[in-house]
């Protein structure tokens, strides 16, 4: 997608932070951090929501979660935790409309969030 801004980072055009990159998946340090460690994980498949998820990218899910694992433990956060957010739609708070997840660490963290 040529106006998605994670479809340029993906692509190189547009500088950032990135912690981790496979195939598949690309990290980069969130530019507006809500937390000491604000990482997004981003399918490097262009999903506009969880509400486009179909067969063929089920898979891309579980290494999701499998590369929050992995970065957790790269930053040390694996022990004292850390929390995996999905905004869906614009009244959740997505302002990408390409599928992410924030991972937030570093401090502790209230509930409900908001």
Not at 65 to 90: D, L, M, P, Q, W
């Amino acid at each position: 997608m040529k106006n998605c801004i994670f479809c340029r980072i993906i692509n190189k055009e547009i500088p950032s932070e990135i912690v981790y990159e496979d195939d598949d998946i690309i990290v980069f340090k969130d530019i507006n951090p809500q937390a000491p460690i604000h990482l997004l994980i981003v399918p490097k498949q262009h999903i506009e929501s969880i509400n486009n998820i179909d067969k063929d990218s089920i898979s891309i899910l579980g290494k999701v979660f499998y590369v929050a694992k992995e970065v957790s433990s790269k930053f040390a956060v694996s022990e004292e935790g850390y929390r995996i957010v999905v905004n869906t739609g614009k009244n959740a708070g997505q302002e990408v409309l390409h599928l992410h997840f924030h991972f937030l660490a570093g401090r502790k963290f209230s509930w409900p969030p908001g």
